[in-house]
């Protein structure tokens, strides 16, 4: 079975500085991984995702992921915060055969302090 | 382009009562797939449709049902209401290929009182 798991609930950090956002999956077959951002009162929006070639993938808004296989992780970074990165973040596995469905890690949240 | 639409926003029941919420998908997709959000937690898979048909269900009983029209809409039906529904519902469409992204709506808010 597939899994998602998302390290560190919460996570602050200043106005211009690295984010770094965990994510760690289990699957048995090769991945599709997704990362979605989900703003207050609102649905989810794709950032980026893996699904075969360059394990580099580049988002919107700055946001890039790489795939490590080795590792099995999808970590999420961008290399300077902005205050409009405030949001919940979420990783998420898609089954690769039979019903395409996600599987969501539990997220993190994002404070940007001034 | 039209994206992903559900209605209601906001939704206010009470405990055994019934609801039926709503989505429309986007152009040119013809799966729906449900998720149900709970407060601080991650979507959870409820089912989905291809194709007017059930192509898949997640750990939900079956008081957890749905249908998908021709145009591909599609509406999930909860019976019996228990408090444990009240999360944050979001539907999502796609064309039902793996690695297609999945658009979501903006969610309806069901609060079971």
């Known amino acids: 079975a597939q899994s998602v798991t998302q390290l560190g609930s919460h996570v602050s950090v200043s106005e211009g500085a690295l984010v770094l956002l965990r994510c760690n999956y289990s699957?048995?077959?090769?991945?599709?991984l997704f990362w979605y951002v989900q703003y207050p009162n609102q649905g989810l929006q794709l950032l980026l995702k893996?699904?075969?070639?360059?394990?580099l993938v580049k988002g919107i808004n700055g946001f890039e992921a790489e795939f490590k296989k080795s590792e099995t992780s999808f970590h999420l970074t961008k290399p300077s915060a902005h205050m409009s990165d405030a949001a919940e973040y979420f990783c998420a596995v898609s089954t690769t055969s039979g019903t395409y469905k996600y599987i969501f890690g539990t997220g993190t949240r994002l404070k940007v302090l001034a | 382009e039209t994206g992903v639409t559900q209605s209601p926003t906001h939704l206010i029941k009470t405990r055994g009562q019934q609801v039926t919420l709503r989505c429309s998908s986007q152009s040119g997709h013809n799966t729906v797939s449900w998720y149900q959000q709970a407060l601080g937690q991650g979507p959870q898979f409820i089912f989905q449709y291809y194709r007017e048909e059930e192509n898949g269900r997640g750990n939900f009983p079956p008081r957890f049902s749905g249908l998908q029209f021709p145009n591909y809409s599609s509406e999930l039906n909860v019976n019996a209401l228990e408090l444990d529904d009240s999360a944050l519902y979001l539907c999502?469409?796609?064309?039902?290929?793996?690695?297609?992204?999945?658009?979501f709506g903006p969610g309806t808010r069901l609060t079971v009182l």
């Open positions: 699957s048995s077959v090769p991945p599709y």
């Open positions: 893996y699904t075969t070639g360059a394990t």
């Open positions: 999502a469409s796609s064309t039902g290929q793996g690695t297609d992204t999945q658009y």
